[in-house]
């Protein structure tokens, strides 16, 4: 039996109860041999209750990690995911809820007024798996390339973790979010869905390949940027190269955009935004000597701070409009909104750090870099306080392969890490 074998066969249960689920079950690989508990780089360091959980079940985590990464499923398509989720907190004796759009779960632990949420990912990428793992995706152009399936066994560790608590000083709600890597992004699912009522603050981390295993990035301030799309269509009456005069130029509007729009925009907001517009796709004309009807512009707009994301939208409509005036070409502009900077406080950065000293000692806070990449957890911000760390998951050895590459891989040595991280930044958040 393999571990996969094991969870089809809870997949199967009717009621999706985990009554066959156990430590065995979980640890048996395609050789019929138990699978190796991950070294715990900060085993003794307490509670005991936690000690004891990982000291039995860090092949577990190993384990459902492992299963995710063979079966990844798609933004909103993560219904197996969400089943094994499920089947995994129910085993606890937990009561997980799913999501009104079918992926996704909500669970809690413990009682009192104070909540702290603990969110992980679980969708995966459309791209071809070529790690050449014995447990590499089963499903031809999917994968998980950017962790969230560490994400996911590191906060279903923290709730089966806590679970086992003796007590615990107020609530701990787990967000299992789907559709991360889609634009405007899950978050908002789960925000409408109730999933952050009561909430005081929330906590998430994603995996860094630059960052050795062991460590945690942290940082007040922005984490990620803003990242919107900006779709333009130009229209012109079209017409003979030799006569621009009496027609639109749609092609030297398009040229005029492409350089103008970028270089007003930096005279525009203030530079220490990290504001930037690239170009990512532009298609017009055929014809040597024909002047075309229409033409399209693609490209990504991003920014580090909250309040020039606010600004941006009408800024880029009156600008466009302003360059194409003399230009006579008609046009049409979509822009399209998508997460705002993940912005951490300062509260939530210094109980997220206190958390990772006490899971791990000082050693292993680490600074961290703002990203131009977007993330929505940044959504979940904008209505509570919280942090967001990075989780380092380079073994130390070779090269750091980069997230979203068909090749990345991470150290597992971080399930462990990740867990405490988890289970302490909550603990110091409810204390
Ligand atoms: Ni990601």
Redesign the pocket.
């Known amino acids: 039996m393999t571990v996969l074998d094991s969870w089809r066969g809870l997949a199967g249960n009717p009621d999706g109860r985990a009554a066959s689920f156990g430590v065995s079950d979980a640890l048996i690989t395609e050789d019929g041999v138990s699978m190796a508990p991950v070294t715990d780089l900060g085993a003794g360091r307490g509670p005991f209750w936690l000690d004891a959980w990982l000291g039995e079940h860090s092949g577990d985590l190993v384990a459902w990690r492992r299963h995710i990464h063979a079966n990844p499923e798609l933004s909103r398509e993560e219904f197996a995911t969400t089943k094994m989720i499920c089947a995994v907190l129910r085993s606890a004796g937990l009561d997980p809820q799913v999501l009104p759009g079918g992926t996704g779960v909500i669970c809690e632990v413990g009682s009192g007024p104070g909540c702290v949420a603990l969110r992980a990912?679980i969708d995966a990428l459309p791209l071809t798996e070529a790690t050449g793992l014995a447990y590499a995706s089963a499903t031809d152009g999917v994968a998980h390339a950017?962790?969230?399936d560490a994400h996911t066994a590191i906060v279903l560790g923290a709730a089966m973790a806590l679970a086992s608590a003796p007590d615990l000083p107020g609530r701990v709600r787990f967000i299992f979010q789907p559709a991360?890597?889609v634009m405007p992004g899950g978050a908002l699912d789960v925000i409408n869905a109730g999933g952050l009522d009561g909430v005081d603050r929330i906590f998430g981390l994603?995996c860094d390949p630059r960052v050795p295993v062991g460590k945690v990035g942290s940082r007040v301030g922005a984490l990620t940027s803003a990242a919107d799309l900006i779709e333009l269509r130009l229209t012109s009456p079209g017409g003979h190269t030799s006569r621009p005069h009496l027609t639109a130029d749609l092609v030297h509007a398009l040229g005029v955009i492409i350089t103008a729009l970028p270089s007003l925009l930096s005279r525009r907001v203030d530079p220490r935004s990290g504001t930037v517009l690239v170009w990512g796709a532009v298609h017009a004309g055929q014809a040597a000597n024909a002047v075309p009807q229409d033409g399209t512009l693609r490209g990504t707009l991003r920014t580090a701070e909250h309040e020039v994301w606010k600004a941006l939208e009408p800024l880029v409509q009156s600008s466009v409009e302003s360059l194409l005036a003399p230009t006579g070409v008609g046009f049409q502009l979509d822009y399209r909104r998508g997460v705002p900077p993940l912005v951490g406080d300062e509260d939530s950065t210094a109980i997220l750090q206190a958390g990772v000293e006490a899971a791990l000692g000082e050693h292993a806070l680490t600074g961290t870099e703002q990203s131009s990449g977007g993330?929505d957890f940044a959504w979940y911000l904008e209505n509570v306080p919280g942090g967001f760390f990075r989780l380092g998951v380079w073994s130390g050895e070779g090269e750091m392969c980069d997230?979203h590459r068909p090749t990345f891989q991470l150290d597992e040595r971080a399930l462990p890490v990740g867990v405490r991280c988890m289970v302490h930044t909550a603990l110091t958040a409810l204390a």
């Open positions: 990912d950017c962790g969230h991360e890597e994603h993330e997230l």
